[in-house]
């Protein structure tokens, strides 16, 4: 029993002392509601209102219908009007409008023949984002159009969008969000955690009474399970509250998927603090895992588009793998025994990772 | 097994640390029961030898025998029988004295019925009773050096290595501490110190002067002083800056200390009639000066010892 009460030990005392740090203690909440809010606030690929300037050099009836049309959309904000493409052009360049419309001399009779493009857009393209929404603007119906209905258009493909019906962005972004936010959240603590005590000359006291390696990583683990636990249900609140993000699958599950992911960061920060010697290169080599955890795991960016060194990165990383478990229970429904290969990764990681901790750290100074 | 008589017997103990020789082949021979010191300046290495002996370090070559367990070893039998009160504060400045002291009992799996007690009998010992919920990062140096004191010896080690515990306190906290290492010795526990401050090193029963990672001299403080190998020469003059000008470069002077208005010689005892021969060199420059020969105190010992040799400069 003796090792098991020297764990109880190291956890009532990380406890204690994580209680009287009241910096530590407000990232464990104030770090996943911030961040919450301003990706779920601030994130949204589903843009709307692009200021838009407008050239009409035909002024007839029909091309102002289709400038009240194009407004309706709520798309574009149309914010000035000019005589020519050149003005346009100006103003796309000082980052005044994103959107440039020109309606040309001809365009009643171009509407008709259908042989041409009737409106140019010129389009911001250094933002892909605001591209994409342009591009969707090219299905615009023209409702105005009396001479073919909306199915008669060109559309041979036709897009359901599953899990987001309506397209919005906090749905997609925050599943992918906890991932960030634990990885975060956890591989500081921890990576933090073991660096401390040997900056403030504690490790030193430790490392000379009966304690064992395994036992100290084990007590330091512990109480960062249940934070990473609590910042779960933290965000899972909030994205409910504000987002009405869903949780489609099994609670259960998802928490399971939570405490393999929890773990493997956890092990990932003690395998960092046993080879930082500050808990400044601590934080840098947090950074280093950080990073590519936001960019590469396909949080950000689609992971099939990414280039195969990238995805090789990426497939190394547990928030690569913990967006797909999370996407797969919250928003497919998924089955965690559908979604085996991600668990597994993530257990194998804490295992290995683990064991490197626990070498590295011997209770020696030299 | 039979016991050994003595707590540490280190033999041919050596630390390298790249091209830095920070402990070059200690012998070492510590009784049981009693105060054992380690004098020597900064960099001399008595706390890489303290870290070798409780397993903290491995030495480059040689071994100790640490209570009966062999060093380097499996330190997991040795960790429960010393207690190690590093040179820097290590304790939980986030954590109360009672829970420091606690958390202590706990890793040391001290029996649960007896933990409360023992607890407050050390803070009562080391008169620790007042700041019992005080966080011990707000304490004073002498409070905090209790404090370690009481969680290195909450377990009854037979064996506590201290390294330079009073460096960071008052004379009064540094005498009360003493007071405090004799009761622990009479109660049977061997004491390994490490100072560099000569009254402390005289209150040792036994001590070792170390010097750049080499043991100079040992044995007790009486017995130290007794065998300097110098004749200790005191000069009281009314120019003591003149007196040392004169003497300072006779071939036969070891070494000139300053004390206010006097001058400590020595000169090594192969040369015969050092008083007149002091005299005569004063006398050669005019200063008025009275010379006389005197006992050997622990400082002219470490002087003596640790003067710098050619060997050594190189």
């Known amino acids: ?366 | 097994m039979m016991s050994s008589d003595f707590a540490i017997e280190a033999r041919g103990l050596s630390k390298h640390f790249g091209a830095l020789r920070a402990v070059s082949s200690l012998n070492l021979d510590v009784p049981r029961g009693q105060i054992y010191g380690f004098l020597g300046p900064n960099g001399s290495g008595k706390s890489t030898t303290i870290r070798m002996l409780c397993g903290l370090l491995t030495p480059t070559e040689g071994t100790a025998i640490v209570l009966d367990t062999e060093v380097p070893g499996d330190s997991r039998l040795l960790k429960p029988k010393i207690g190690y009160m590093t040179q820097k504060f290590s304790l939980f400045a986030d954590m109360t004295v009672f829970e420091n002291l606690q958390f202590i009992a706990e890793i040391y799996s001290y029996p649960i019925s007896k933990r409360a007690l023992r607890i407050d009998q050390l803070l009562e010992n080391y008169d620790l009773v007042a700041q019992r919920k005080q966080l011990a990062g707000t304490m004073s140096g002498g409070q905090k050096q209790r404090l370690a004191l009481a969680c290195s010896v909450l377990h009854h080690p037979e064996l506590l290595l201290l390294d330079e515990p009073t460096s960071a306190v008052d004379p009064q906290s540094r005498r009360d501490f003493w007071a405090n290492l004799f009761r622990l010795a009479s109660g049977g526990t061997t004491i390994l110190v490490s100072t560099h401050y000569m009254d402390e090193a005289e209150r040792c029963h036994r001590l070792a002067i170390l010097d750049r990672g080499v043991k100079v001299a040992d044995g007790t403080p009486g017995e130290l002083q007794a065998a300097t190998g110098m004749h200790i020469l005191e000069i009281t003059a009314d120019d003591p800056y003149a007196a040392q000008g004169a003497i300072i470069n006779l071939k036969e002077v070891a070494s000139v200390t300053q004390l206010g208005m006097r001058l400590r010689v020595l000169i090594p005892d192969s040369y015969e009639r050092p008083v007149e021969l002091v005299e005569r060199a004063l006398a050669a420059r005019n200063v008025g000066a009275s010379v006389f020969a005197t006992a050997a105190t622990l400082e002219d010992v470490f002087v003596a010892v640790t003067l710098e040799t050619p060997e050594a400069s190189t």
């Open chain 1, 1 to 366: 029993m003796k090792p098991l009460s020297r764990v109880m030990a190291i956890v009532k005392k990380e406890v204690r002392q994580l209680r009287r740090d009241r910096l530590t203690f407000g990232m464990v909440v104030g770090l996943p509601v911030i961040q919450m809010l301003l990706f779920g606030y601030a994130i949204n690929t589903d843009v709307r209102h692009l200021a838009t300037a407008i050239a009409d050099q035909a002024g007839s009836h029909l091309s102002r219908q289709f400038i009240a049309e194009l407004g309706q959309t709520q798309v574009v904000e149309l914010i000035a009007s000019v005589e020519t493409a050149d003005d346009l052009e100006n103003l796309l360049r000082r980052g005044e409008i994103s959107i440039g419309v020109v309606i040309p001399h001809d365009f009643d009779r171009r509407v008709g023949q259908r042989s041409r493009a009737a409106v140019h857009l010129l389009v911001d393209g250094s933002d892909p984002t605001i591209l994409g929404v342009a591009n969707q603007l090219r299905a615009m119906p023209l409702g105005f159009d009396s001479t073919r209905s909306a199915t008669d258009a060109l559309q041979i493909i036709e897009v359901r969008p599953f899990y987001n019906p309506e397209r919005r962005s906090p749905v997609n972004i925050i599943p992918g969000l906890i991932g960030v936010i634990l990885t975060m959240t956890m591989i500081l603590f921890t990576s933090v955690a073991i660096v401390r005590e040997r900056e403030r000359g504690n490790l030193e006291l430790l490392i000379n009474t009966p304690l064992s390696s395994a036992e100290l990583m084990v007590g330091k683990v512990i109480p960062y399970i249940v934070i990473g636990m609590l910042q779960l249900a933290l965000i899972l609140g909030v994205g409910r509250l504000l987002f009405d993000v869903p949780v489609r699958g099994s609670v259960l599950d998802l928490y399971m998927a939570a405490t393999a992911f929890v773990a493997a960061n956890l092990s990932l920060g003690l395998l960092i603090s046993t080879a930082a010697a500050t808990q400044f290169q601590a934080m840098q080599m947090m950074v280093f895992i950080l990073l590519p955890s936001i960019l590469l795991s396909g949080f950000m960016f689609p992971f099939d588009g990414m280039p195969t060194f990238a995805q090789y990165i990426g497939e190394a990383l547990p928030n690569t793998h913990f967006i797909r478990l999370t996407r797969g229970i919250m928003l497919r429904d998924a089955a965690l025994s559908e979604l085996l290969p991600d668990l597994v990764y993530l257990i194998g990681f804490t295992v290995v990772a683990m064991i490197f901790a626990a070498l590295r750290f011997t209770k020696r100074l030299d």
